[in-house]
């Protein structure tokens, strides 16, 4: 007679989700590369970098940073929506305590756009000082660290649009959702916690 552990089936780690922590440390080593460069290039223009930084509007940044910040927050709310099962509200819009996964993923969608938006104006604020991508040293570190940051913001957007779309795609919310809401946490995480880093070395670390 096989006893009781030999029966039990081996819990394994899931597939998608290692993947997506394995993929998402080879981007941990591209923006290495980009803060490599930004680094070097600061070291050979002390003075230019001085002058620059001083462009930049400090309390509107901190204010898009904690926008950002606050995203994770809703998207985790979303993920542990998720895990219980609970794809939609149980209660009135109002009702946050009761929202589901697709209610917490608008929110952070919403947010992580007004943080794009931002970008966008601070941009286009930039470029009316003269601060473009071919204008010196400083403006081609600052565009490509935060443009290349920007770009995975919105992927994420994305991706939070599809996880959206397939829980309201499917008749049964079962593992498989939860598992793409899971994995999207993952990634927009990630790309808070890059962008904390950067917020840190431009705008404060002058």
């Not at 899931?14 to 080879?26: E, K, M, Y």
């Not at 070291?43 to 001085?50: R, S, V």
């Not at 204008?135 to 600052?142: L, T």
């Not at 993952?186 to 840190?200: K, P």
Request: proline fraction near 2%; charged fraction near 10%; aromatic fraction near 18%.
């Amino acid at each position: 007679m096989a006893t009781k552990s030999a029966v039990q089936a081996v819990k394994r780690p899931n597939i998608v989700a290692t993947g997506t922590i394995i993929w998402l440390g080879s981007e941990v080593m591209f923006f290495a590369g980009l803060f490599a460069i930004y680094f070097s290039l600061r070291a050979m223009a002390p003075e230019q970098w001085a002058a620059e930084t001083a462009k930049h509007n400090f309390i509107f940044a901190l204010i898009n940073t904690l926008i950002l910040v606050a995203s994770s927050i809703t998207c985790q709310m979303g993920v542990w929506a998720a895990e219980r099962s609970q794809p939609y509200r149980l209660g009135g819009p109002l009702q946050i305590s009761r929202w589901g996964t697709v209610e917490w993923f608008y929110l952070t969608y919403f947010m992580g756009a007004i943080f794009v938006a931002g970008q966008v104006f601070e941009y286009a604020t930039f470029v009316s000082h003269g601060v473009t991508l071919s204008s010196n040293a400083y403006g081609a570190a600052f565009y490509l660290t935060t443009g290349f940051h920007g770009l995975h913001v919105s992927l994420g957007l994305i991706a939070f649009l599809l996880v959206i779309g397939r829980i309201y795609a499917v008749k049964n919310f079962t593992h498989k959702e939860a598992t793409s809401a899971v994995v999207v946490s993952y990634y927009w995480h990630f790309v808070d916690i890059v962008w904390i880093i950067l917020f840190w070395i431009i705008y404060i670390a002058k």
